[in-house]
């Protein structure tokens, strides 16, 4: 959606009393945002930058939503100069490119150590610029509070799964994350029963649900499980068929639990 006036009355001040929340996404700089393209297969790096100054001059906060590719793995502090330019960010939130077509990744995709040592990166940055003081940063937020054990709202470090999170779709189709195929990961409604109900049911005897069972209980024994929390599910799920990102995505969790281990507060 692209935001004009007009959408910001409707959302601001027609709907004020729904509170709502806005998030952008855009993956840093016009370079950086190359993957994100519009209707006419043009980089959307000016159309939402546009939308940023139309926030920006009407004081509205908002999130930035950016997905770390092959192309932006050294642009750490590229991005980090980019999201500091911005005056009036929320929160910024980074995922990974972990596109997976017939177990292997695509060439676009990132694996998850080259990930993990974005978040060292850009951490390092973010940290020697004190922008903590205007805005958390996720994915080292959530673990940051797992190093202190503390709980954690981002889904990957915290024992809330894939089920606590439902996906709304087009026709009234509800689905769990939408990190899953919501073919797959479809929950059936029963209008005699409460959602809560309704999903323990779906965890009991749906098979997929029962593979991500599975990957949780893998955990069971590795020494970091109270920090990693079983990591992002969907994430492993696609992964779960190549033993080599398997233990790719292990080992780059252990990457960052070495890397932050000494923020632990006394």
Not at 10 to 32: H, R, V
Not at 161 to 181: E, Q, R, T, W
Not at 204 to 216: A, G, I, Q, R, V
């Amino acid at each position: 959606m692209l935001l004009s006036e007009r959408w910001l009355e409707l959302l601001f001040n027609k709907y004020s009393d729904l509170a709502i929340e806005l998030s952008l996404s855009i993956d840093g700089s016009e370079t950086m945002n190359y993957l994100r393209q519009d209707f006419n297969k043009k980089n959307s790096f000016k159309s939402v930058y546009k939308s940023i100054m139309l926030l920006e001059r009407y004081k509205i906060k908002f999130g930035v939503l950016s997905v770390v590719s092959k192309n932006s793995l050294n642009y750490a502090r590229d991005y980090i100069d980019f999201i500091k330019s911005i005056k009036n960010i929320r929160f910024v939130k980074l995922n990974a490119l972990f596109n997976v077509i017939n177990n292997k990744l695509t060439r676009e995709s990132i694996t998850p150590r080259e990930f993990a040592e974005f978040i060292i990166e850009t951490a390092k940055y973010y940290i020697f610029e004190k922008l903590y003081e205007r805005f958390p940063f996720e994915p080292l937020l959530g673990i940051l509070q797992r190093i202190n054990n503390k709980e954690s709202l981002f889904c990957n470090y915290s024992g809330y799964k894939c089920l606590n999170f439902i996906s709304v779709y087009p026709g009234g189709m509800l689905a769990a994350c939408d990190g899953l195929s919501a073919n797959d990961f479809r929950i059936n409604i029963n209008n005699n029963l409460k959602i809560n109900e309704i999903l323990v049911k779906e965890a009991e005897h749906n098979k997929k649900f029962e593979e991500l069972n599975k990957l949780t209980a893998f955990c069971e024994n590795c020494d970091i499980k109270d920090f990693c929390m079983a990591g992002c599910l969907s994430q492993r799920f696609y992964f779960r068929n190549n033993k080599d990102l398997s233990e790719d995505f292990c080992n780059s969790k252990h990457l960052l639990f070495n890397a932050f281990k000494n923020f632990k507060l006394n």
